[in-house]
């Protein structure tokens, strides 16, 4: 965390990697937003890791918007927003530059908590549309009770997860071979499976096969959403260094035009590993 030199608040500092995810989740929302207003019983936005509502390009020393922010910005403005994050100085800096707004509620609380969930809920309109924001980069961060709780919570949802693939496999590979490693683990939580290193593709070496065992985990994780009542998911990868797939951030709806949208405003580059990492000139914005 550093303090920012605009407006003297807390700011998250990030990798170019995260600006580059930022950049695609906003443009997702916006047309979501732009396309859905009116057409519901309200369009509200939820975001759970909401931090302090301004990055820190690390590399640059740039600042920019963060997600809460962008999302405020939209052309077509969302009903309602309810922000939440589990660091209260964040949550203090998002409120500030938030100001007062009667359809924006800033709450503080761990986003895998049962009660902090139900108040959450409780500022939202259950028969509206919710598009839902869920990015973490670490995998203990998020449990998959708390997808399964918005999945059942509202009918009409779409959910914008990061899958932090990376990560993932270093905290199944963390745990070790042992038996400690077959219990669910922090990866387990993530990805609802109770022995996550059953996940792991070996080749006839016995070395892990990361390609496979990427491949295996974004199966995983699809088919759960799908058990949940969502299509196969969208997925757009972003990549950190190229070569290395690092964030796999997944669009899930239950109706094929959010898919839609999401694959119209992000579509997917002619080389994979120049994903997302481009500037917005190249992407015809």
Not at 13 to 30: C, I, N, Q, T, Y
Not at 41 to 52: A, K, R
Not at 125 to 135: F, G, I, S, T
């Amino acid at each position: 965390m550093w303090i920012s030199a605009d407006d003297g608040l807390l700011v998250r500092g990030v990798k170019p990697h995260s600006a580059a995810k930022s950049m695609l989740v906003s443009r997702g929302v916006d047309t979501v937003s732009f396309a859905m207003g009116g057409k519901w019983h309200g369009v509200h936005y939820l975001e759970l890791y909401s931090g302090p509502g301004r990055l820190l390009d690390q590399s640059t020393g740039v600042e920019q918007v963060g997600s809460p922010l962008q999302a405020l910005q939209v052309r077509r403005p969302f009903n309602r927003y309810v922000f939440s994050d589990y660091s209260q100085q964040c949550i203090e800096a998002l409120d500030v530059r938030v100001g007062a707004r009667s359809d924006v509620d800033v709450l503080c609380g761990d986003a895998n908590d049962a009660a902090h969930l139900k108040e959450i809920a409780a500022r939202l309109d259950p028969r509206a549309l919710v598009v839902a924001y869920l990015d973490t980069a670490r995998p203990q961060d998020l449990h998959w009770s708390t997808v399964e709780y918005l999945a059942g919570q509202f009918r009409f949802i779409d959910l914008i997860i990061n899958l932090p693939i990376h990560n993932v496999m270093r905290a199944i590979l963390g745990a070790g071979a042992g038996a400690g490693a077959r219990g669910p683990g922090a990866a387990g939580r993530f990805l609802h499976h109770s022995s996550p290193h059953d996940l792991l593709t070996f080749n006839r070496a016995s070395e892990l096969d990361t390609r496979a065992t990427r491949e295996t985990i974004r199966a995983h994780y699809d088919a759960q959403l799908m058990a949940l009542g969502f299509k196969r998911p969208a997925r757009r990868t972003v990549w950190f260094p190229p070569g290395n797939p690092y964030y796999d951030v997944l669009l899930a709806s239950r109706h094929q035009t959010g898919l839609d949208l999401w694959n119209k405003t992000n579509p997917a580059p002619e080389n994979p590993q120049l994903s997302f990492l481009l500037d917005d000139a190249a992407w015809g914005a």
